[in-house]
Each structure stands twice: as structure tokens, then as C-alpha cells.
């Protein structure tokens, strides 16, 4: 249950808990190189799939749930296109991450999505602030962010230690004050 509701909807998605049954969706793109090129995960064994959606299946029972990993499923179908989260590593503030299939790419989708959880983090769990770090090579990422209201806030060097030498992030931020459904 999202947030003690079934599911989030946008115009053409479906964002929902987890389940087994997502694994195989859940490993295709999360196996993909070009998918995983700007994540700090992946290309992902079988078994980091695996891994992955037990842990979203176990945070949904949580005492006080921080962690919302969430499939993305286009209305009408059951196939799992993504996965999408908000994670509270810090108080109020709440972390933002987004991956689709590549095959879902460049129709909106992520543009669409965004808002949802935006609506979603600041009316149902109180968050001040939702921040966003991206690869700074992820310029489509980026683009989301800041067609959804969110603000570039910091450059962070060499950050992603998952690449030799490191590769920078950038850090977007959303204030609750700010955001407008």
C-alpha cells in the first residue's frame, strides 16, 4: 500500500508497491547497460534484481515506512516499465530516483510521474523538501527536474565513486513552499 492507499495514478501510469511477480520486468531493464549508464546501480545480476525487490517488498512493512520503491506500470497492463521512490534518509527531507525501460524513453513518462510524487511526498508525508541527485551527464534527467519546479542547487565533484575517477552529481531540489500541483 502506498502511503495506506492501493496505488498512485497519473493520466497514463500506475505507481504501486512492489511484488515477486515484478521480478523479471524489474530485472530487464535493470540488467540493461544503457539504462544503468547514469545509476548508481546495474547492469545488475539476476540476483541483485532479485535482492532489490525483497527489500521494496520489506519496506513496505516498516513501523514508519522510508522507503518508497515503487513500480511504474502503464494503465491498462500489468508490465512493470520502471521503478520510481522517494527515500527519507533525513528527517523532512526526502530523496527522489527514477528508471524506465529504454524502450519508454522519450514519451513524457518520467515529466509525467514526477508530479505525482511530488503531490504525494508533500500532502501525505509531510516532506519540506525533496531533493534529486543526477548524474550530470544525465541531461534528460535533469531536464525532468526542472520542467517539474525543481531547482539545480549544487554540483557535487567526483561524487559517483561506481566509475574510476569518479563522476559528478548534480543535486536538484523541490521546497514544499514552492511546489504547486
Same mark, same amino acid.
Given at each position: 500500500?502506498?502511503?495506506? %492507499?492501493?496505488?498512485?495514478?497519473?493520466?497514463?501510469?500506475?505507481?504501486? *508497491? $512492489? +511484488?515477486?511477480?515484478?521480478? *523479471? %520486468?524489474? =530485472?530487464?531493464?535493470?540488467?540493461?547497460?544503457?539504462?544503468?549508464?547514469?545509476?548508481?546501480?546495474?547492469?545488475? +545480476?539476476?540476483?541483485?534484481?532479485?535482492? $532489490?525487490?525483497?527489500?521494496?517488498?520489506?519496506?513496505?512493512?516498516?513501523?514508519?515506512?522510508?522507503?518508497?520503491? @515503487?513500480?511504474?506500470?502503464?494503465?491498462?497492463?500489468?508490465?512493470?516499465?520502471?521503478?520510481?521512490? @522517494? =527515500?527519507?534518509?533525513?528527517?523532512?527531507?526526502?530523496?527522489?530516483?527514477? /528508471? $524506465?525501460?529504454?524502450?519508454? &524513453?522519450?514519451?513524457?513518462?518520467?515529466?509525467?510521474? /514526477?508530479?505525482?510524487?511530488?503531490? $504525494?511526498?508533500?500532502?501525505?508525508?509531510?516532506?519540506?523538501?525533496?531533493?534529486?541527485?543526477?548524474?550530470?551527464?544525465?541531461?534528460?534527467?535533469?531536464?525532468? @527536474?526542472?520542467?517539474?519546479?525543481?531547482? @539545480?542547487?549544487?554540483?557535487?565533484?567526483?561524487?559517483?565513486?561506481?566509475?574510476?575517477?569518479?563522476?559528478?552529481?548534480?543535486?536538484?531540489?523541490?521546497?514544499?513552499?514552492? &511546489?504547486?500541483?
Amino acid at each position: 500500500m502506498v502511503g495506506g %492507499e492501493e496505488m498512485l495514478k497519473t493520466p497514463r501510469m500506475v505507481l504501486r *508497491d $512492489f +511484488t515477486p511477480a515484478d521480478i *523479471d %520486468e524489474v =530485472h530487464a531493464y535493470a540488467s540493461d547497460t544503457l539504462v544503468t549508464r547514469f545509476t548508481t546501480f546495474g547492469p545488475n +545480476t539476476r540476483a541483485q534484481s532479485e535482492a $532489490f525487490v525483497q527489500r521494496a517488498i520489506d519496506a513496505t512493512a516498516a513501523p514508519k515506512r522510508q522507503d518508497y520503491s @515503487l513500480a511504474i506500470e502503464l494503465l491498462g497492463s500489468s508490465a512493470v516499465i520502471g521503478g520510481c521512490g @522517494l =527515500h527519507n534518509p533525513n528527517h523532512d527531507q526526502w530523496e527522489l530516483g527514477y /528508471v $524506465f525501460a529504454q524502450r519508454y &524513453w522519450g514519451m513524457g513518462l518520467a515529466t509525467e510521474m /514526477v508530479p505525482a510524487l511530488m503531490d $504525494f511526498a508533500f500532502s501525505r508525508l509531510g516532506a519540506r523538501k525533496v531533493w534529486a541527485p543526477v548524474d550530470a551527464a544525465n541531461v534528460a534527467s535533469a531536464r525532468v @527536474l526542472e520542467k517539474c519546479g525543481f531547482l @539545480l542547487e549544487g554540483l557535487l565533484r567526483q561524487d559517483r565513486l561506481r566509475w574510476p575517477g569518479g563522476r559528478d552529481t548534480k543535486v536538484f531540489g523541490l521546497l514544499a513552499s514552492d &511546489w504547486t500541483l
